[in-house]
């Protein structure tokens, strides 16, 4: 499933729960944005870093954030057998973000997303037990064939 998966399970549900009244800017945009705000990038580096898609200010970002928040519930705790975890990487103009996505399958639940700057084994550690937290078991976790 992984981070195109998530990314997609997102846009559909904005979709149709009309969360933005208006799309002056592409709504793939202001998920990307919103999502790597909440994955640990401040309201400023987003607007920076997502400059390259289409100019919008760091108050943008804030207000994306606020509505897909009231539209999009957070996971609750609960047994899952399986969760999918990704990473991507993002680079433009030299610089290079990684996302880390982790999905129930079953439920094509978003449960974590987070950035990071590198891509180590702290970094999977951390993301995680972010992910394992929502699950009351130890589930099975499926990932893809990279390093």
Known sequence: ????????????????????????????????ATSLYHAGLSYRVTAGFMGFEAE???????????????????????????IAVDETKLKRS??????????????????ALHVSWTRSSLDALLFLQDALKLCTNKPLVLVDKGP
């Open 56 to 82: 919008f200010s760091y108050e943008a970002v804030r207000l994306w954030r606020n509505r897909l928040e009231e539209a999009v519930p957070k996971p609750q705790r609960r047994y899952r057998p399986v």
């Open 1 to 32: 499933m992984g981070l195109k998966g998530s990314f997609e399970v997102l846009l559909d549900r904005v979709q149709v729960l009309r969360v933005f009244k208006r799309n002056r800017k592409p709504l793939r945009v202001k998920i990307l």
């Open 94 to 111: 030299g610089e290079q973000l990684y996302i880390w996505a982790a999905m129930d399958v079953e439920a094509k639940e978003i449960l």
